[in-house]
C-alpha cells in the first residue's frame, strides 16, 4: 500500500472518530409542541404541492451534481497536478453564464419556464451520461472535461435563471417565497453536505466514473417531479418588441434602482474575489493538508455545513426586515473565513473556519436571493433574476481563471487573502450606503404591505 493510501485512509478515519465522539455528547430532546410549530413554521413552503414536488426530486438530483463537482477536480488535479488546468475547467464551465443568462432572463420572462426546465434538466442528464462513459472505459482526456465542462455551463446557463424565476410560480401564497428561498438554499446545502462526503469515498474506493454515473440517474428524479405538478399556465404576452429592447429594459431597470444594483454588485465580487477558494480546495487537500479525496470532501462538506446552518437559519425568519444589512455584515465574515482558511496548517481548523465561511456566504447569497424577489416587478422577474444569476456564477468563471493564474504566481494562501480582504472592503462600502437604500426601498415596501407607513 502507498503513503498516500495509507495518509487518505488515516484521514478518513481520524475525522470519523471525530464526529463519532461528537455524536455522542448530545442526546436527542423529546419533542415539544413549541418545537412542532417552529419546525412546521421553518418549512412551511411544503405545503404547496408543486413547490413539495420540486423539493423533492431536486433535493436527490443536487446530490448527485455535488458528487460530479468534486469528483470532476480530483480528476483533473489527478491528471495534470495542475492548479492552472483546475482554473481552466471551472472557468469554461462558467463563462457561458457570463454572455448567455441575460438573454435567459429574456426567455424566462417570454415563455413557459416549466417547459424550459423539463429541457435542460434532460441535456443536464446526457451530458453527465457522456462523462460516466468516458471515464468508466478509462478514455478520459482533459480535453474531454473541457468539452462537456462547457456543455454543461451552457445548459446551465438558462436552467439556473430560469429555474429562480420559476420559484414564485410553485408558490400559491406569496407570503411563503422568502421562506421557499431559504429552504431552496438548504436543499443545496444538505446536497454540498452529503455530495462530497459520498464522492470522497466513491472515488477512493472506485473511482470518479461511478459518481458521474450516479448524478446521471439522479437527475430522473427532478425530470418526473417536474412532469407530475399541475402548473397553472401563465398568461404571456405576445414579444412585442426585440429581444435586445427587453435586454436594455431589462438592465436600466434593475441597474437605474440603487438597492438592486448595489447588491447585485456587492454578489458579484465576492463571486469573483471570494468564492474561487473552492476552486483551489484540491490544492489545500493535497499540499497543505497532505490528504487525499476523503480530505477534499470533508472540507467542502463542512462549507456545506455551514451554508446549510445559514440556509435554515434565514428559513426561520418572520420578515425581509434587516435583510438588507445583513447582506453587508455576512460578506466581511465571508472574507474573514476565507482569509483565516488561507494561512491555517492545521486541518481541524480549517474545517472550522470553512464552516463559517459558508455560513456567511449561503446568508449573503440568500438574503439577496430573497431582497431582489421582494422588490423586483413581475414583468421583470426573470431579467432581474439572471442578472442576479450572473453576479453569482457569471463571474465565478474569471474568479476562478484568475485564482488558478495567481496560485501558480504566489501560491493558494495569498491568493485567498487577497480574496478575502477585497470582499471586506466592499461590504464595508456597501454598508456605507445603507440609508440610502433603505430610503429608496421604503415605498416598493409599503406599496406591496411589508411595511405600514408610519412605521
Known amino acids: 500500500m502507498s503513503s498516500d493510501n495509507q495518509s487518505n485512509k488515516m484521514d478518513f478515519k481520524f475525522i470519523l472518530?471525530?464526529?463519532?465522539?461528537?455524536?455522542?455528547?448530545?442526546?436527542?430532546?423529546?419533542?415539544?409542541?413549541?418545537?412542532?410549530?417552529?419546525?412546521?413554521?421553518?418549512?412551511?413552503?411544503?405545503?404547496?404541492?408543486?413547490y413539495r414536488l420540486f423539493f423533492g426530486g431536486q433535493s436527490i438530483s443536487l446530490v448527485?451534481?455535488?458528487?460530479?463537482?468534486?469528483?470532476?477536480?480530483?480528476?483533473?488535479?489527478?491528471?495534470?497536478?495542475?492548479a492552472l488546468l483546475l482554473g481552466i475547467v471551472g472557468f469554461v464551465g462558467q463563462i457561458p453564464s457570463f454572455f448567455l443568462m441575460p438573454f435567459a432572463g429574456v426567455i424566462a420572462d417570454r415563455y413557459n419556464r416549466h417547459r424550459i426546465l423539463i429541457a435542460t434538466q434532460t441535456l443536464a442528464m446526457l451530458q453527465a451520461v457522456a462523462l460516466s462513459v468516458l471515464?468508466?472505459?478509462?478514455?478520459?482526456?482533459?480535453?474531454h472535461i473541457v468539452v462537456l465542462n462547457l456543455i454543461l455551463g451552457l445548459v446551465s446557463s438558462f436552467d439556473i435563471p430560469v429555474r429562480q424565476a420559476f420559484t414564485v410560480e410553485m408558490i400559491e401564497n406569496k407570503d411563503d417565497l422568502g421562506n421557499a428561498i431559504a429552504l431552496n438554499s438548504s436543499m443545496v446545502n444538505v446536497a454540498r453536505l452529503l455530495g462530497p462526503s459520498i464522492a470522497g469515498i466513491i472515488i477512493a474506493f472506485v473511482g470518479e466514473g461511478a459518481c458521474f454515473f450516479i448524478n446521471a440517474f439522479s437527475y430522473l428524479a427532478v425530470i418526473f417531479s417536474l412532469l407530475a405538478m399541475k402548473i397553472t399556465p401563465k398568461v404571456i404576452k405576445p414579444p412585442e418588441h426585440h429581444v435586445w429592447h427587453d435586454l436594455k429594459e431589462g438592465f436600466v431597470y434593475a441597474f437605474n434602482f440603487a438597492p438592486i444594483r448595489d447588491i447585485i454588485f456587492l454578489l458579484g465580487l465576492a463571486s469573483l474575489m471570494g468564492v474561487p477558494y473552492q476552486i483551489l480546495m484540491p490544492v489545500f487537500a493535497k499540499d497543505?493538508?497532505?490528504?487525499?479525496?476523503?480530505?477534499l470532501g470533508f472540507l467542502v462538506s463542512m462549507a456545506g455545513i455551514g451554508a446549510l446552518a445559514g440556509a435554515i437559519y434565514l428559513a426561520g425568519r418572520k420578515s425581509v426586515i434587516g435583510l438588507v444589512r445583513m447582506i453587508g455584515e455576512s460578506s466581511i465574515l465571508f472574507g474573514l473565513g476565507v482569509i483565516a482558511f488561507s494561512f491555517s496548517k492545521t486541518l481541524w481548523f480549517s474545517m472550522i473556519v470553512i464552516c463559517?465561511?459558508?455560513?456567511?456566504?449561503?446568508?449573503?447569497?440568500?438574503?439577496?436571493?430573497?431582497i431582489l424577489q421582494t422588490i423586483v416587478e413581475e414583468d421583470k422577474r426573470g431579467r432581474v433574476m439572471s442578472f442576479y444569476t450572473m453576479a453569482f456564477m457569471g463571474m465565478t468563471p474569471f474568479g476562478s481563471l484568475f485564482a488558478g493564474y495567481?496560485?501558480?504566481?504566489?501560491?493558494?494562501?495569498?491568493?485567498?487573502?487577497?480574496?478575502?480582504?477585497?470582499?471586506?472592503?466592499?461590504a464595508l462600502g456597501f454598508l456605507r450606503n445603507l440609508p440610502s437604500l433603505r430610503e429608496k426601498m421604503r415605498p416598493v415596501y409599503i406599496e406591496k404591505g411589508i411595511i405600514t407607513p408610519g412605521n
Open 17 to 50: 472518530r471525530g464526529l463519532n465522539s461528537q455524536v455522542g455528547r448530545f442526546s436527542i430532546p423529546p419533542k415539544t409542541p413549541w418545537a412542532e410549530a417552529r419546525l412546521g413554521f421553518i418549512f412551511r413552503a411544503l405545503k404547496h404541492k408543486n
Open 64 to 82: 448527485g451534481t455535488w458528487m460530479q463537482m468534486v469528483a470532476m477536480s480530483w480528476l483533473v488535479y489527478r491528471l495534470t497536478n495542475s
Open 135 to 143: 471515464v468508466i472505459t478509462e478514455h478520459v482526456e482533459v480535453w
Open 288 to 295: 497543505i493538508f497532505h490528504g487525499g479525496p476523503q480530505t
Open 356 to 370: 463559517m465561511a459558508g455560513f456567511a456566504m449561503m446568508v449573503q447569497m440568500a438574503a439577496s436571493n430573497t
Open 406 to 426: 495567481l496560485a501558480n504566481k504566489i501560491g493558494a494562501p495569498y491568493t485567498l487573502m487577497v480574496g478575502g480582504v477585497c470582499c471586506i472592503f466592499a
